[in-house]
């Protein structure tokens, strides 16, 4: 099972909190390749973590489901682990 979206979302702010520091010395001195290929890694995974938020958030909505039992509202993830 995949992690949920706070699992991502606090994985998302703990690679920004080791960015930060990161780019104010890359500010200081921009032509030092190599800390700007580790803050390129870290924005890579910090668009990885956001896409798979998206990908929750996107699955999770919650939608209308009229039934012959009646209406009742169900989440697209739950109509999705039912097929």
């Given at each position: ?24 010395d890359f ?54 682990e039912a097929?």
């Amino acid at each position: 099972m995949l992690p949920n979206t706070s699992v991502w979302k606090s994985k998302r702010e703990e690679l920004k909190k080791k960015r930060r520091p990161l780019f104010r010395d890359f500010e200081k001195c921009p032509s030092d390749v190599v800390l700007t290929l580790k803050i390129k890694a870290i924005d890579d995974d910090i668009a990885v973590c956001t896409e798979h938020i998206n990908k929750e958030n996107r699955l999770g909505y919650v939608t209308r489901k009229d039934g012959l039992s009646g209406t009742s509202w169900v989440t697209r993830r739950d109509s999705l682990e039912a097929a």
